[in-house]
């Protein structure tokens, strides 16, 4: 977890190259000189990490880097999840009518035509099991095997537009129907993989972990099929903004079965063990995007090196609370907004080790790379990600980043 | 008599020295001389014979040629002016008088061109038939002044014909610019012009910005300027350019002091086609490039809403000017 301290002697040097003189705003007169300075007084966090990001994942990702580099510093680019429960009717015209399409219904269909092409092939296959042909008979069956989920991945009533590649098109600001209800909800396209891969069956108990500001407890309760749905998140003030997310998306009604609560996620096994059947625990990161672009709140802030570093075991911690609160036989996602290896796929392993050795409880990690196939002309999926999936930032397609993985409790 | 005033007009054009010959075989030889100092030849091409040709052409121009009838594709060809050149020539500006089009085009190769140049150069540029031949004099003279000798100002000439057209006071202020504000040496200046001489024509705040930006923000000193012919991309394909590879990590500003990076020549990020940029220096594809600059389009047409916004915001409050020095900070020369 060194790389992750993000304090190698590089970044010590451009720490130290001088003290921070006041923090009082720049007078106005002295911006001019500013745009060309050098050397600013003050490190800015964004610079610091970048700088560690440079470092870290031109390792990780070698020559794809730059392009993700880039991408992480241009705008990025949003999906609009449509509200099923708006009384808008005229939405989806609208947005068809300025080229964007639901991404989500594109890639079911492309699921759907994968499995009636196999149904086809296995029809085929069955009158020539002539002794050459056995190879040809063992891929169908491979095929045949992953059909199910690949084709009930993506049953789900979650609609998104997105506008296609290389379009910068903007959405316009959400809109409320008659009875005061918006009509969509603007966030990061890939945000709704790991909703997706999550796979909500009618009935299910869901726990959505780490909730706050609510994009995706809004997505699974837009599938209609929860049929109950926690949403737990430690920061008050955040619960604050899932609340007003939740009243100005969802009808009374509906909005009250969903239990809100602010429990440290960590200590969730001792309050309900093994209850649900679909868990999300969508952790704190380093929020790569927010840390190269924003100055505030930013976890790259030298007041917060501590924090930073104890992330990866806080998402450890995080996730082995969500797969304790899981039933045998539940699915947990793990997922977070950073391009991270140690945040992403070590997290996941250590999980999956320390259920085994201390709780004894089997977990199993679930291919997705169906995901990559069905909804490749959406994003750009990393393709050397050793477990679960990592959607890179590309200009072409700038959304993510974001890790999703999905654990199967046995 | 108005007549008789535009046909002796020619005369003042040429050399004072070589009109005032006090006879015809001593004036073409003075007239000789004169062009071939001016010009001197690129590439041997014999200037001597075009003293004859151009003698002819301005004694028909002041109503001394007896041989009308040839009309006037003849007086062109007399210039040195193919037949067919001298049609084409003669399709440019077609409702100018011939006495105008001829001085203006004595003018020309008086300055050194040859007919294919001046041909070109006025398809190109139509309305240079039709300015006054003292200002095509005046402004040659301030372009040699500039220290650009024959074959620089030939090729600066035809490069940027808005040389003859753009105003005095504009052009001075963009060389006082390059020279006091920019520190390019007097030599280097008259690379500039010759190799890059649309950057006359940069407004010179913006003139100012570009110099800036590069010297600045890429950490350029201005003898590489001048050797990788900084102006001649515009200044915000530039900016595409290295921004673009700033963003992915290629180039990074040296710090004060620095010497040795490991940024792209300027050269590479100049003279190199998009596709070769891409393919070479961005390692990138044209699909990200494309989106590329429509996002920094953006950017940069939003910040300077803002800052606009924030400056009415600020004049609000504002009570009274301070004085201050806009400048950034001045450069150096190396
Ligand atoms: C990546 S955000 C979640 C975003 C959210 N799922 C969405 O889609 O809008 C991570 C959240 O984890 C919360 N968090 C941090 N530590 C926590 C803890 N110990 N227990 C529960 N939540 C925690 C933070 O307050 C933050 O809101």
Redesign the pocket.
């Known amino acids: 977890m060194a790389a992750l301290g993000g304090c190698g002697p590089v970044v010590a040097a451009l720490l130290r190259r001088g003290p921070a003189p006041g923090l009082r705003p720049v007078p106005r007169r002295y911006l001019y000189k500013k745009k060309w300075a050098a050397t600013a007084p003050r490190i800015p966090c964004t610079r610091l990490a970048l700088h560690h990001f440079d470092v870290n994942y031109s390792l990780q990702l070698k020559d794809l880097w730059p392009s993700v580099r880039a991408s992480l510093l241009c705008e990025q680019k949003y999906g609009a999840l449509l509200n099923n429960f708006s009384a808008d009717d005229y939405v989806t015209q609208e947005l068809e009518l300025m080229n964007a399409t639901d991404f989500v219904s594109e890639g079911s269909r492309k699921a759907q035509q994968g499995a009636a092409a196999e149904e086809v092939r296995r029809e085929e296959s069955r009158p020539q099991e002539v002794p050459g042909k056995v190879r040809t008979v063992m891929q169908t069956e491979t095929q045949a095997e992953m059909s199910p989920p690949l084709r009930a991945s993506i049953s789900s009533n979650i609609k998104c537009y997105t506008y296609p590649r290389g379009d910068i098109t903007r959405f316009r600001p959400a809109r409320q129907d008659s009875l005061g209800i918006l009509d969509y909800y603007l966030m990061d396209a890939a945000?709704l993989l790991p909703v997706l891969a999550l796979n909500v069956q009618r009935g299910d108990l869901v726990l959505?972990?780490?909730?706050?500001?609510?994009?995706?407890?809004l997505a699974l309760l837009q599938t209609g099929l929860c049929g109950h749905l926690a949403a737990?998140?430690?920061?008050i003030s955040?619960t604050k903004r899932l609340y007003s997310i939740l009243n100005s998306y969802i009808p009374k009604n509906i909005r009250e079965t969903v239990s809100v609560t602010s429990?440290?996620?960590?200590d969730w096994k001792q309050l309900e063990g093994g209850t649900f059947h679909k868990v999300l625990v969508?952790?704190?990161?380093t929020?790569d995007r927010h840390a190269v672009m924003e100055e505030e709140n930013n976890i790259f802030h030298k007041r917060r090196t501590k924090e930073r570093q104890m992330l990866p075991m806080?998402q450890l911690q995080?996730l082995m609370a969500g797969i304790l609160a899981t039933k045998p036989g539940g699915k947990v996602v793990y997922s977070t907004?950073s391009l991270s290896s140690l945040q992403n796929e070590c997290v996941v392993e250590r999980a999956v080790d320390i259920a085994e050795t201390q709780f004894n409880i089997s977990v199993h990690v679930e291919d997705l790379s169906h995901f990559r196939m069905l909804f490749q002309d959406t994003f750009s999926f990393f393709s050397d990600c050793r477990l679960g999936e990592l959607v890179l930032p590309h200009l072409t397609a700038n959304f993510g980043p974001m890790y999703f993985c999905k654990l199967h409790r046995v | 008599l108005g007549k008789k005033m535009r046909m002796v007009r020619p005369w003042h054009r040429l050399p004072r020295e070589a009109v005032a010959a006090p006879s015809l075989a001593v004036f073409k030889a003075r007239l000789d001389r004169t062009l071939t100092s001016a010009a001197p030849p690129r590439g041997g091409r014999a200037v001597p014979g075009m003293a004859g040709r151009l003698l002819r052409g301005c004694v028909r121009a002041a109503g001394l040629c007896p041989r009308r009838a040839f009309g006037e594709a003849a007086g062109l060809r007399d210039m040195g002016f193919s037949q067919e050149q001298a049609q084409r020539l003669l399709g440019v500006e077609s409702r100018l008088s011939p006495q105008r089009r001829e001085a203006a085009v004595a003018q020309l190769l008086l300055l050194g061109l040859n007919a294919e140049a001046i041909l070109g150069l006025l398809e190109r540029r139509p309305e240079l038939l039709r300015m006054p031949t003292e200002r095509l004099q005046e402004r040659a003279g301030k372009l040699r002044g500039l220290g650009l000798d024959g074959g620089q100002l030939q090729r600066a000439l035809i490069r940027c014909p808005e040389l003859f057209t753009l105003p005095r006071k504009r052009m001075a202020a963009a060389v006082r610019l390059l020279r006091e504000r920019c520190l390019f040496t007097a030599e280097q200046l008259r690379e500039v012009l010759w190799t890059c001489p649309n950057v006359l024509l940069e407004e010179p705040h913006q003139l100012h910005h570009h110099f800036q930006y590069v010297y600045f923000r890429m950490g350029v000193q201005q003898k590489e300027m001048v050797k990788a012919r900084l102006f001649r991309m515009p200044f915000a394909e530039l900016r595409n350019r290295h921004i673009f590879l700033e963003r992915r990590g290629l180039y990074q500003t040296p710090c004060k002091g620095q010497t040795q990076t490991n940024n792209p020549k300027l050269k590479d990020i100049i003279q190199l086609s998009e596709k070769d940029f891409l393919a070479n220096v961005a390692h990138s594809t044209p699909e990200e490039f494309e989106v590329f600059k429509k996002l920094l389009a953006r950017e940069e047409e939003e910040k300077e809403e803002e800052e606009e916004e924030e400056e009415n915001r600020d004049a609000l409050y504002t009570e009274e000017d301070e004085d201050f020095d806009s400048e950034g900070s001045k450069p150096a020369r190396e």
């Open positions: 945000s959505d972990l780490c909730a706050a500001p609510g994009g995706k407890t737990n998140d430690v920061s955040r429990y440290d996620g960590r969508d952790v704190p990161c929020t806080l995080l907004c």
